[in-house]
């Protein structure tokens, strides 16, 4: 499928089938991740893989996990991120959010679905993780085989572009 039609068919998932994620496409969901860019090519990014029974019940404690079979939580490294030298902008949060894109697009091209979590409880996370406090949650991502009973929504519903692109300056 065209690249684009895979971005255009995407959607969130909010349920799933009982079908674990098969090794090979956890590998290339892997991949996709480690192939991401991020500033100054530092790679912050530190994933965290849940598949367990035992971790996605951890899980449920910090966030909603739409009981997906996967989850990976995808954090930055603030001692690793790049800072923008004029105001020391932290580029963690922007590329830790390029994985997670990576990673959607991987699963919407394996025939995945996902959903991208961002409302969950840090601290949670962070405890029933053993993360250490330098390393940051910023999202997770569930992933699993969509429940054909509940099928892809119709349309997607998105503003057009002349609400959100402007040529040559802002509002034009
Ligand atoms: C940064 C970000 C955070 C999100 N957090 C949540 C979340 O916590 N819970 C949830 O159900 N969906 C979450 N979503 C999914 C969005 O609600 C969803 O992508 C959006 O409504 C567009 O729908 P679509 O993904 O089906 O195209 C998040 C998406 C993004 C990009």
Redo the contacts with the bound molecule.
């Keep these: 499928m065209d690249f684009l039609e895979i971005m255009r068919k995407?959607?969130?998932v909010?349920q799933y089938t009982g079908r674990k994620v098969e090794r090979e496409n956890l590998e290339k969901l892997l991949e996709a991740a480690r192939v991401a860019p991020t500033a100054a090519n530092r790679q912050p990014q530190r994933l965290i893989v849940v598949e367990s029974a035992a971790g996605l019940e951890k899980l449920k404690r910090a966030?909603?996990t739409f009981d997906a079979p996967l989850a990976i939580i995808v954090c930055a490294d603030h001692d690793e991120s790049w800072k923008r030298p004029c105001d020391r902008q932290d580029s963690a949060y922007v590329d830790a959010?390029i994985v997670t894109d990576h990673l959607m697009l991987e699963a919407a091209s394996l025939e995945l679905g996902s959903?991208?979590?961002?409302?969950?409880n840090p601290e949670t996370v962070k405890a029933e993780f053993n993360i250490p406090s330098r390393i940051e949650p910023v999202?997770i991502l569930m992933i699993g085989y969509p429940d054909a009973k509940n099928p892809a929504?119709e349309k997607?519903n998105r503003k057009p572009l002349s609400e959100t692109v402007a040529y040559e300056g802002y509002g034009k």
């Design positions: 995407r959607y969130s909010r966030a909603k959010s959903v991208w979590v961002m409302n969950f999202s929504p997607k």
